[in-house]
């Protein structure tokens, strides 16, 4: 897997207000905890590997940082609220409600990750870890205010099936070109 970001996440980043809080969900490496903080975000981070935890604290000291299992455990941010959230390649249905949720007023939910279609390239290919057509749309309709969704096959940075959204609490101030 890159290092290198998700173009999706750094096109709508500029959504995100300057200086708020951001939520790395299923961080990994660190990859966009890197581009958050330099884009003068207050991360925080989360995944249940502790080694991949440690390499994002090496790449982003002063990023929160927290092990905690997504799938099994309780939220780790009640009550919290983020200005921006970031997920990549991850998918466990039950969060989604919660996500949206911890958005503050004006957040941003930037998501991307794989949906039907992508066994054929590869893993994911459980439907467990797979989008259905329009779910990310169907998630948030009605409460964010969607301010871009593809979904679709793509050949970079490697050939897969995936779904693509940005959406808003509130309507958008700022569209990226």
């Known amino acids: 897997m890159s290092d290198a970001p998700s173009p999706w996440i750094r096109r709508f980043l500029p959504v995100a207000t300057a200086g708020g809080a951001a939520l790395d969900l299923a961080c990994g490496r660190g990859r966009h905890t890197v581009l958050l903080a330099e884009q003068g975000l207050r991360v925080t ?32 941010f009640a009550g919290r609220r983020f200005d921006v959230i970031v997920v990549a390649n991850y998918l466990h249905r039950p969060l989604l409600p919660l996500l949206i949720d911890s958005l503050s007023p004006g957040g ?14 590869g893993k994911p290919s459980s439907p467990q870890f797979l989008l259905r057509r329009d779910e990310l749309l169907d998630v948030v309709r009605g409460i964010l205010s969607v301010v871009a969704f593809e979904q679709g096959e793509v050949a970079t940075p490697r050939p897969a ?17």
């Open 161 to 177: 099936v995936v779904q693509r959204l940005c959406a808003i609490r509130g309507e958008p101030a700022l569209l990226p070109a």
């Open 108 to 121: 941003a939910l930037i998501y991307e990750t794989f949906m039907v279609g992508n066994a054929r390239f």
């Open 45 to 76: 981070a989360v995944d249940r590997d502790g080694i991949a935890l440690a390499a994002a604290a090496a790449r982003v000291p002063s990023a929160e940082l927290l092990e905690a299992d997504l799938e099994g455990g309780p939220w780790p």
